[in-house]
């Protein structure tokens, strides 16, 4: 089956902290992943896909097809990075899954 | 910047009443998504649209919803018969321009659906 896990919910740092937001994955298949972003009151949007290996805003994630991973990560968080994060896989190009979503919240 | 667009922003409706939720997809974009989020879960997929009909649903997208491109521009989400259960967030995403599908959606902003 296919399915995205998100283990947590919130996840709170204070500013200038490092960030691990945890992503696994169950797909039979190649998998294709991405990071949405949604800041408040904003649409979802798309963070950074694993294809292009680029970081964006200072985030990266790298694919463990060992671990079935693809944690976002982040060494030094800005108070603007509090916003709701999906990890989502990409299933036959047709449809995204996504994760329960976590909830980053960077204190002053 | 090309957004999605989607109306109405939050609709109330009475159980068993029909709901049309309107999207207008970026221009040239080729791929048409409906996607859910009741409150508090996670986003879930419910259809893909692609050269006019449908190409994927999910075990959600039964007999109740449909989804329609009656023009060059729109893409509607029909409930019909609505219930407690219908009320959520939808959102509409639209991603290609031609061959160039790359997986990345855009979506809109969302119309909220309650249902009383």
Not at chain 1, 83 to 107: E, H, N, P, W
Request: glycine share 6%.
């Amino acid at each position: 089956a296919q399915r995205v896990t998100q283990p947590e919910k919130l996840l709170s740092v204070f500013k200038g902290a490092p960030v691990e937001l945890k992503c696994n994955y169950s797909y039979s298949g190649s998998p294709e992943l991405f990071w949405y972003v949604q800041y408040s009151r904003q649409r979802l949007q798309l963070l950074l896909r694993h294809i292009s290996r680029e970081s964006i805003k200072g985030f990266t994630a790298d694919l463990n097809k060992g671990e079935t991973s693809f944690h976002l990560k982040k060494p030094f968080a800005q108070e603007e990075d509090s916003a709701m994060y999906y990890c989502a896989l990409s299933v036959d190009t047709d449809k995204l899954i996504f994760g329960t979503g976590t909830r980053l919240q960077v204190f002053p | 910047e090309p957004e999605v667009t989607q109306t109405p922003s939050h609709q109330v409706t009475q159980m068993g009443q029909e709901v049309i939720l309107r999207c207008v997809p970026i221009s040239n974009h080729l791929y048409f998504y409906w996607y859910r989020q009741i409150l508090g879960q996670k986003v879930e997929f419910l259809v893909s649209f692609y050269n006019n009909e449908i190409s994927e649903k999910s075990e959600i997208f039964d007999d109740q919803f449909s989804v329609e491109r009656p023009d060059g521009s729109n893409f509607t989400l029909k409930i019909r018969s609505t219930k407690l259960e219908d009320s959520a967030m939808y959102f509409c995403a639209s991603s290609g321009l031609g061959t160039e599908h790359t997986g990345e959606l855009f979506f809109g902003e969302g119309s909220r659906l309650t249902v009383l």
